[in-house]
């Protein structure tokens, strides 16, 4: 017998966390250390190829008229101020999927609803980047505990 089924306790109420971003109520379901676990397995292990091609392709277009001192082609990379555009593809996907993770965590309003199927591109047309952001901030303190007092020290 489950311990929640022993105590009569139910685990959807408990937990469920409620907090407020720009005058909207959200609610949000508080994963398990395994979901949790495997929601940074995902993130971690995001397929980095299309983000990649997306910002290599027009520099690779370009080339003959771009490269100079602050632009370097290498074999399979393009330096941008001494920076990687494949680190930087990298760093954008796994965000991007990171803010899908933490927003499917939502608990939806609408009855019947499942946000299982969402996107990131459904997320985007939506929400501009710094309201993403800050959903997925605001999610992130709700859903670890003390992540607030553990920050400040």
């Known amino acids: 017998?489950?311990?929640?089924?022993?105590?009569?306790?139910?685990?959807?109420?408990?937990?469920?966390?409620?907090?407020?971003?720009?005058?909207?109520?959200?609610?949000?379901?508080?994963?398990?250390?395994?979901?949790?676990?495997?929601?940074?397995?995902?993130?971690?292990?995001?397929?980095?190829?299309?983000?990649?091609?997306?910002?290599?392709?027009?520099?690779?277009?370009?080339?003959?008229?771009?490269?100079?001192?602050?632009?370097?082609y290498l074999d399979d990379d393009v330096l941008v101020d001494g920076k990687s555009v494949k680190d930087l593809a990298k760093m954008t996907a796994q965000t991007e999927q990171r803010i899908l993770e933490m927003v499917k965590l939502l608990v939806p309003e609408m009855e019947g609803a499942n946000m299982e199927e969402l996107t990131y591109e459904e997320i985007n047309s939506e929400f501009p980047f710094a309201v993403q952001l800050e959903l997925m901030k605001k999610i992130s303190e709700v859903i670890s505990p003390g992540y607030e007092e553990t920050r400040k020290n």
């Not at 306790?9 to 720009?22: D, E, I, K, S």
């Not at 495997?38 to 690779?60: A, D, F, H, Q, Y």
């Open 1 to 72: 017998m489950k311990l929640s089924e022993i105590l009569k306790v139910n685990q959807q109420v408990l937990r469920t966390r409620a907090f407020v971003l720009g005058g909207q109520n959200f609610k949000v379901r508080v994963p398990l250390a395994s979901e949790m676990e495997v929601i940074n397995k995902r993130i971690s292990e995001t397929n980095v190829t299309k983000k990649t091609e997306e910002l290599m392709n027009p520099l690779l277009e370009k080339k003959d008229t771009l490269e100079s001192d602050s632009i370097i």
